[in-house]
């Protein structure tokens, strides 16, 4: 049938997992993105894979599904291509969605459910293709701020390492797993080492806060383009507030890899008490940039029929 209007560009490109990027969706475990699946489904006449023919009209679809227990807000969602902006298609200057919302997910029947956002781009089309323009990848980003929080219920505090107490409480600690609770999130606190030490009256406290990030995905502050993130971490009720990281702007490097650590401390003051417990919460602010390719589309000289 010529001249068809593909109505949504698809979920039908989703090809295989091929090491941290799936073609088609992704799975940050934060706001995921996947392409809607479409009809009819754009299949080549051979082997080669998934076609547009020439002048042959298309949308591109993006479900955005966000598993975070609240809104997502003042998200931006753009679509790009890879082939000669003469050849038409999706226009060189990124089409973008700005300030997007996207609701929280929803617990059902002892599951959560993802919150849906769907958007359409288009119609676009190739126009001339064959002349050195015969396959295309079009692309999906998003950018989106992330605030969450994690929390260790008994982090214990003592004068001195060798001081005797009432209830458990050792110098060194080491918190992971289920001792951590948290939010589903790009960016997770994996793993929190405490260390005490004697300073006068006061008690030292130095925290090694683990970071785990999602494989997909880049951490990004606002709109500087840059690989950091803020991290504050509190003891109880604003009893004492840690100094983490060494940069001269407070915020985090997080510019390679997938686990960071971050070094923290915080002193408290002890002089009418030998020892307590107090909850420890950590709060990570940042946005976070998720790409997603189609894999490649073949361009024809012809319309598919």
């Not at 600690?173 to 994996?190: C, L, R, T």
């Given at each position: 049938?010529r001249g068809?209007?593909?109505?949504?560009?698809l979920?039908v490109?989703?090809?295989?997992i091929s090491?941290?990027?799936?073609?088609g969706?992704?799975n940050?475990?934060?706001?995921d993105?996947?392409?809607?699946e479409g009809q009819?489904r754009?299949?080549?006449?051979?082997?080669v894979g998934?076609?547009l023919g020439?002048g042959?009209?298309?949308?591109?679809?993006?479900?955005?599904k966000?598993n975070l227990?609240?809104?997502?807000?003042?998200a931006?969602?753009?679509i790009?291509?890879?082939?000669s902006s003469?050849?038409g298609?999706v226009?060189?200057?990124?089409?973008?969605r700005?300030?997007?919302e996207?609701?929280p997910?929803?617990e059902?029947?002892?599951?959560?459910v993802a919150?849906i956002k769907d958007?359409?781009?288009g119609?676009?089309?190739?126009?001339?293709v064959?002349r050195?323009?015969?396959?295309?990848n079009?692309n999906a980003e998003?950018?989106?701020p992330?605030f969450?929080?994690?929390k260790?219920?008994?982090?214990?505090?003592k004068?001195?390492p060798?001081?005797?107490?009432?209830?458990?409480?050792?110098s060194?600690q080491?918190?992971?797993?289920?001792?951590i609770?948290g939010?589903?999130a790009?960016?997770v606190?994996?793993r929190?080492e405490?260390?005490?030490?004697?300073?006068?009256d006061k008690?030292?406290?130095?925290l090694?806060i683990?970071?785990?990030?999602a494989?997909q995905?880049?951490?990004v502050?606002e709109?500087?383009?840059e690989n950091?993130l803020?991290?504050?971490?509190v003891?109880?009720?604003n009893?004492?507030?840690?100094q983490c990281g060494n940069?001269?702007d407070g915020?985090v490097?997080?510019?390679a890899?997938?686990?960071?650590?971050?070094?923290?401390?915080a002193?408290?003051?002890?002089?009418?008490?030998?020892?307590?417990?107090?909850?420890l919460?950590i709060y990570l602010?940042?946005d976070y940039?998720?790409?997603?390719p189609?894999?490649?589309?073949?361009?024809?000289e012809?319309?598919?029929i």
């Amino acid at each position: 049938m010529r001249g068809v209007i593909i109505s949504l560009l698809l979920f039908v490109l989703v090809l295989f997992i091929s090491g941290c990027q799936q073609p088609g969706q992704t799975n940050v475990g934060g706001v995921d993105m996947m392409y809607i699946e479409g009809q009819p489904r754009i299949e080549c006449i051979d082997e080669v894979g998934y076609c547009l023919g020439d002048g042959e009209e298309f949308r591109v679809g993006v479900r955005l599904k966000n598993n975070l227990p609240k809104k997502v807000v003042d998200a931006t969602l753009c679509i790009f291509h890879t082939v000669s902006s003469s050849t038409g298609g999706v226009p060189a200057a990124k089409p973008c969605r700005t300030g997007l919302e996207v609701p929280p997910a929803q617990e059902s029947g002892g599951n959560m459910v993802a919150g849906i956002k769907d958007e359409i781009f288009g119609p676009y089309s190739y126009i001339g293709v064959g002349r050195g323009n015969d396959e295309t990848n079009i692309n999906a980003e998003l950018q989106y701020p992330v605030f969450s929080t994690f929390k260790i219920s008994d982090v214990c505090v003592k004068r001195r390492p060798s001081e005797e107490t009432d209830f458990p409480c050792l110098s060194k600690q080491s918190f992971s797993g289920e001792g951590i609770s948290g939010e589903i999130a790009p960016v997770v606190v994996d793993r929190v080492e405490k260390n005490l030490a004697e300073e006068g009256d006061k008690a030292k406290i130095r925290l090694n806060i683990h970071l785990r990030k999602a494989l997909q995905g880049d951490v990004v502050w606002e709109n500087t383009g840059e690989n950091k993130l803020e991290l504050e971490a509190v003891l109880g009720n604003n009893l004492a507030f840690f100094q983490c990281g060494n940069t001269e702007d407070g915020l985090v490097d997080f510019k390679a890899g997938t686990t960071k650590e971050i070094q923290c401390t915080a002193v408290v003051d002890m002089s009418e008490q030998s020892a307590f417990k107090e909850a420890l919460n950590i709060y990570l602010t940042h946005d976070y940039y998720v790409l997603m390719p189609t894999g490649k589309i073949k361009l024809t000289e012809d319309e598919v029929i």
